[in-house]
């Protein structure tokens, strides 16, 4: 049985999707903290188990009969190692042979604030020993245009990623990739830099959306702490807005930039452009 943390989230959904297209709901285990949640997937016959990473009995539990699992990332920046070990050491104990795990483009080396709770959770992964693939995925092309909207009524898209070029993919790209990884053979012992094969700064952005709705958009560069401030203005949370102005000057640098095809041989298909990303986002 393949097993997916997170799957009431967007990218989990998404990788439920993917594996329904490559073996039958019976095989496929949502973990979710809410089966509540995801009664979309029980009526396609996926079973759902309660698995919090905060209570570790319901890990355990839940990864009973599990021969392969896809942990993916928590977004509970802060306390993401602790509950990522927490599943790895469930792991073990259930007996499970493979752990793909979504971590972040260029680990090893990324200097963005964020990559650390995944540092931390790959060398858990290596110390386990259990058969693992890190699927190091880049940047969401989602990421960029969830708040479409508000860039098409204001006429500017912030940021603080200068000329900094982001190689983003979709959720559904990354998504395939980890679906390919958990059903076919020999993805064990990997590491994967996933990234698109486009990559954009923000200009380009800011010239598409502009090109596509017909209005006038421009994008505004801003210093790290300004960008920072402005995020908390628009209601994020101090920790999350410090992280997202950290990851634009990481871009500023060239860490969400990526030449490597792996996305590209994994899926079988070019990634999913920053036109086409533009154009569903618009539309809906
Ligand atoms: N590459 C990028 O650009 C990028 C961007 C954003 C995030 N990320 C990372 O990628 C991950 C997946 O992205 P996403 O868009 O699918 O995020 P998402 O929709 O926020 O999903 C996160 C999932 O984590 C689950 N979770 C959180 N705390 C949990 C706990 N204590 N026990 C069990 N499950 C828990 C959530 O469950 P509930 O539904 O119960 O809350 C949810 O299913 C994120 O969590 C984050 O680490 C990457």
Redesign the pocket.
């Known amino acids: 049985m393949i097993a997916v943390?997170?799957?009431?989230?967007?990218?989990?959904n998404w990788v439920i999707q993917e594996l329904l297209k490559r073996t039958e709901a019976k095989n496929i285990v949502a973990l979710?903290?809410?089966p509540q949640?995801t009664q979309n997937l029980q009526a396609l016959g996926v079973q759902v188990r309660q698995?919090?990473?905060?209570q570790y009995n319901t890990l355990v539990d839940a990864l009973n009969g599990v021969e392969k699992l896809l942990l993916?990332?928590?977004?509970?920046i802060g306390k993401r190692a602790t509950?990522h070990q927490a599943v790895i050491n469930a792991a073990v104990a259930a007996k499970v042979q493979h752990l793909a795990y979504?971590s972040?483009l260029n680990a090893d080396s990324s200097t963005l604030g964020l990559s650390e709770e995944h540092r931390v959770t790959e060398k858990a992964i290596l110390a386990s020993g259990l058969k693992y693939t890190f699927l190091r995925?880049?940047?969401?092309l989602e990421?960029h245009t969830e708040n479409l909207a508000s860039a098409l009524q204001h006429g500017v898209i912030l940021g603080a990623a200068g000329e900094g070029r982001f190689s983003s993919a979709s959720?559904q790209d990354y998504a395939t990739a980890a679906a390919i990884v958990l059903t076919q053979a020999g993805h064990e012992n990997k590491i994967y830099e996933l990234a698109g094969n486009q990559s954009f700064t923000l200009q380009d952005l800011a010239k598409e959306l502009s090109h596509q709705s017909q209005k006038k958009i421009v994008y505004q560069d801003m210093s790290e702490a300004e960008y920072e401030k402005a995020l908390i203005g628009f209601g994020l949370p101090q920790a999350l807005a410090h992280l997202l102005a950290d990851s634009d000057t990481g871009a500023k640098n060239g860490q969400l930039e990526s030449r490597s095809t792996d996305l590209n041989k994994l899926i079988g298909r070019e990634s999913t452009t920053l036109r086409s990303a533009i154009q569903s986002a618009i539309k809906e």
């Not at 943390?5 to 989990?12: C, F, H, I, N, V």
């Not at 993916?72 to 509970?76: C, L, M, V």
């Not at 995925?137 to 969401?140: A, I, P």
């Open positions: 943390t997170g799957a009431s989230g967007k990218l989990g979710v903290r809410d949640k698995a919090d990473y905060e993916i990332s928590s977004n509970e509950q979504t972040v995925n880049g940047w969401y990421n959720r």
